[in-house]
């Protein structure tokens, strides 16, 4: 835990804890080594992952800083800690996909590994009571859930973070499946990407063998996560924590 | 049984019998009392449900063309046997809200009856097998079930027939509160609605009393469903089998 400053725990979620910290418009956000599953049905840990996702997390949104893309994230503190702006979320969970996976091959009927025509955004409501329901835009919109203008911008928006993250990978031999991102405003309003990118939110699989580097490892009891979590980061070139 | 005409089981669904006929193009229509929800995991059936939903379609169709919406109904030819034109079916199911009830209350918590800011069409993947799943855009489009110029104008047929329906009823007393739809395509490739209008794919409350008049009876086990339908059929004026 970063020393020093003053800070009260504001929400826990299920692999990190958001503390308040004595600024204004910021706050501090602890990886931890807890790992669920299937709406909170698995649960256990995966060691090392708190450290493995916040310096993951880190190299990722700094790519994206540099190439134009806001996020919550001011810099790393600790193995564990990010500093980062404080967002008001917006209630949906934004997913992209590259390659039917997950819900999506469970719900459509399309085998795991099926190319998809092109990029598509999904977007569903994070409500974990109900299972985080995909939605479509008219849902969102009598939902009263966010603007239609805002909609549309989280849909530019992750088709670019999309169209980044999947070159960043390629050139690390690691294939970008779907991964699901947040987003929330800022104090002053300002619309930025926020919660993490990492193996627990992202599907990578390793280009040349098709082995999977992310939390279906967990998922589905396929064996130790670490070590495919640690790969994913070997693969980011990643140096150890900044100063 | 209608007599005299060759006739060939083409298709046997939950609730009705498709026959090829001697003339092509053509075919019959049976609505039979058989009734199941939940996807088949409540079977069961509603005496007399044949001839009710037979005559509620066939009043229902020729509203709709009297408005200008295609639909695929030729004549009524018994109390339970439509003559239509043969289509092949869009494989999407086109559902209309009003009123929040059934599948969107569950998935998205929503009270039943929660009125809608305003009317919504939500498009399901025809596919017992995985339960009808919701689609978006994207999801009919990278599964090539419909090219976008299709499912575009089903948008706008969907939404005009919600108002036909919904002023003719609410003149009868009866509250439209949802409704699902087919389309499909004729030989000479015209699109046009198929399927049936009825309270096994419709919500109907009476609007004075709040009573249901639909196969929400018989999906939650609130009484005898055939009174309700027969009531229904009442207030569209029904006055027996046309010749």
């Not at 926020?194 to 939110?201: F, G, L």
């Not at 599907?203 to 490892?217: M, P």
């Given at each position: 835990m970063h020393s020093g400053a003053e800070r009260v725990l504001r929400y826990e979620g299920k692999a990190k804890r958001v503390y308040r910290t004595g600024t204004p418009g910021e706050c501090v956000i602890e990886f931890t080594d807890a790992a669920t599953a299937f709406n909170g049905e698995r649960k256990g840990e995966i060691s090392d992952k708190g450290r493995i996702n916040c310096a993951t997390t880190s190299i990722f949104m700094a790519m994206l800083e540099e190439h134009g893309v806001p996020t919550h994230v001011i810099r790393q503190l600790s193995e564990t800690e990010l500093l980062a702006r404080d967002v008001e979320i917006v209630p949906l969970e934004v997913v992209v996909r590259n390659i039917a996976a997950g819900s999506f091959t469970r719900r459509l009927g399309v085998p795991e590994g099926t190319p998809l025509s092109r990029p598509i955004v999904e977007f569903s409501y994070k409500r974990d009571d109900l299972g985080d329901p995909l939605l479509t835009r008219s849902h969102i919109e009598v939902l009263d859930l966010a603007p239609a203008d805002v909609v549309a911008e989280l849909e530019v928006r992750a088709l670019r973070i999309n169209e980044l993250l999947r070159s960043h990978m390629v050139?690390?031999?690691?294939?970008?499946?779907?991964?699901?991102?947040?987003?929330?405003?800022?104090?002053?309003?300002?619309?930025?990407?926020?919660?993490?990118?990492?193996?627990?939110?992202?599907?990578?699989?390793?280009?040349?063998?098709?082995?999977?580097?992310?939390?279906?490892?967990?998922?589905?009891?396929?064996?130790?996560?670490?070590?495919?979590?640690?790969?994913?980061?070997?693969?980011?070139?990643?140096?150890?924590?900044?100063?």
């Open positions: 050139d690390r031999g690691v294939t970008l499946v779907d991964f699901k991102l947040e987003f929330g405003h800022t104090a002053d309003g300002e619309l930025v990407l926020a919660d993490e990118i990492s193996p627990d939110t992202c599907r990578f699989w390793d280009t040349a063998t098709g082995d999977k580097l992310d939390k279906d490892l967990f998922r589905h009891d396929l064996g130790d996560a670490t070590p495919a979590y640690q790969l994913l980061l070997d693969r980011l070139g990643a140096t150890g924590v900044p100063a």
